[in-house]
């Protein structure tokens, strides 16, 4: 087996969060190729000394350690079964996920793998800035040895927390996004609530994040509410993507989720009023224009993606 620290890493899917990680691991020395359907970002890499590959084989063939980071599992598959990325793997090599996917999906994929390929599964949260900072949170599941050699390069991206056997970094991150749009949905009701009541925005805001009503979504999420984005660089069709899988994970539960089928209904609502591929917090959007009201808040309200 290679030894990371001299691996020649792999990475497939160089959008809004593959990029700025391929750019953190060519920082910090890292050979590395790089396939994506979009060429601009493969401009950038190129320029930043990464290896340009022509197709998903090429990039996996040149892979002792291969990334994917797509948006969707059905993404996962055309790349790794259709288009050969899996097979293409040698022996010795390991291919880790970081894509938002199925578990089970997973597990089949890895009884795919060549004789020797090692798998794990390891989505990551913390939004572009997090991924451009090296401040993600990445949940990797596979055997322990295999979650030891990766990890050595993924902490590169940020905090790795080990969740268990594969699969498990999948049901982990689902839970945290579970919470999150909870989180999300609610925070454009309780705006409403106050504004029509006849408190000024900017008080209400100052009285979330100085009070039990805090947390990571009032501060990383609601100023793109004020600014009137609404965070274009997650969609509302990728929520309702993880929605969907977490409904599935639900069904081993043994009872109802009823706090998490809302939030599925409410974002649901929202694509339906404003289309899929607008910024996941039109959720809130479509209260503030039903309540008409208006969220803008005058501030410097820096884009994540720009921090």
């Known amino acids: 087996m290679t030894t990371l620290g001299n691996d020649h890493i792999g990475f497939i899917g160089t959008g809004n969060m593959g990029l700025p990680m391929a750019l953190r691991l060519l920082e910090a020395g890292y050979p590395l190729t790089v396939f994506d359907l979009n060429e601009e970002p493969l401009k950038e890499l190129a320029q930043a000394g990464a290896m340009v590959a022509t197709n998903v084989q090429e990039v996996s063939t040149a892979a002792d350690l291969l990334l994917t980071s797509l948006p969707r599992p ?18 010795g090599s390991l291919w880790v996920d970081l ?7 997973i597990e089949d994929l890895a009884r795919q793998a060549p004789e020797g390929v090692s798998v794990a ?17 990445l949940f990797i599941g596979g055997s322990p040895e295999v979650r030891k050699r990766a990890v050595k390069v993924l902490s590169h991206l940020g905090r790795v927390i080990e969740c268990g056997e594969l699969g498990t970094g999948n049901v982990v991150k689902l839970v945290t996004n579970q919470l999150w749009f909870i989180a999300a949905a609610a925070l454009g009701e309780g705006f409403a609530l106050g504004m029509a009541n006849g408190v000024a925005l900017d008080v209400l805001y100052d009285a979330i994040t100085d009070s039990v009503g805090d947390s990571f979504v009032a501060r990383h999420d609601a100023p793109s509410i004020f600014a009137g984005h609404y965070d274009p660089s997650f969609t509302l069709d990728l929520c309702l993507k993880d929605l969907g899988l977490l409904e599935e994970l639900s069904t081993k539960v043994g009872t109802d989720l009823p706090m998490t089928e809302t939030a599925h209904a409410t974002f649901a609502r929202a694509a339906e009023r404003y289309g899929s591929d607008v910024g996941e917090l039109h959720v809130a959007k479509r209260i503030e224009d039903d309540a008409h009201l208006s969220f803008r808040l005058d501030g410097d309200w820096t884009p994540p993606w720009e921090q």
């Open 121 to 137: 599964d390891s989505p990551v949260t913390g939004a572009v800035d997090g991924a451009r900072n090296g401040r993600l949170t």
């Open 99 to 105: 894509t938002t996917n199925r578990r089970e999906f």
């Open 74 to 91: 059905d993404h996962v598959e055309n790349v790794m079964i259709t288009q050969g990325a899996l097979s293409a793997l040698r022996p």
